[in-house]
């Protein structure tokens, strides 16, 4: 059985599990399943890991697309410039292989984890298609993993952007002093 789910925390918004349930049986994969897996602490990541050894892949969500990265064995180029992930590749392999690999990993790691940001693809295809002469700054709601791709999207398609937070941050202005200007 191939084991695919959704990491972050709290899960109880996400119809990922519905949706891709319903996917696999419409494409015929029967040898499939997707679960959630509500991870308060990102540090119970490697043991999820190891207590599911048909994962073969997660999603990534609120609050974990940044921490996330610290846990890759290997990153994709977009991945590593913004330094966030929404995708993660489980490939499940002998401590041995692991252990020559020379990549870095935890200790007794026998999976090799492979961390991609689909945000960015997503986010340039859909937007690059409406773009109008009159597009020509952008206002970015948060700084969390999903801004992250967007504002390296913005940045590579030449649009001035400002970020907007809950917090005070250099360079980016509080949702409270937010004007209709």
Request: glycine share 8%; aromatic share 12%; hydrophobic share 40%.
């Amino acid at each position: 059985m191939n084991k695919f789910g959704l990491i972050g925390f709290p899960l109880t918004h996400s119809f990922s599990k519905k949706y891709f349930t319903e996917k696999f049986e419409k494409e015929g994969i029967e040898d499939s399943s997707y679960d959630l897996f509500e991870l308060e602490n990102l540090s119970d990541f490697p043991e999820l890991i190891k207590a599911n050894p048909d994962l073969c892949g997660l999603n990534v969500t609120i609050p974990h697309k940044i921490g996330a990265v610290y846990y890759m064995n290997w990153m994709d180029d977009e991945a590593k410039k913004v330094k966030a992930i929404n995708c993660i590749k489980v490939i499940q392999e002998s401590a041995i292989a692991a252990a020559f690999s020379g990549e870095v990993g935890f200790v007794d790691q026998d999976f090799r984890l492979e961390g991609y940001n689909t945000d960015i693809y997503g986010f340039e295809n859909s937007l690059k298609p409406l773009l109008k002469a009159q597009h020509n700054r952008a206002l970015v709601l948060g700084n969390g993993g999903a801004s992250r791709a967007i504002r390296y999207v913005l940045k590579k398609l030449g649009i001035p952007f400002q970020v907007v937070s809950r917090r005070p941050k250099p360079n980016q202005i509080l949702y409270q002093n937010l004007t209709p200007e």
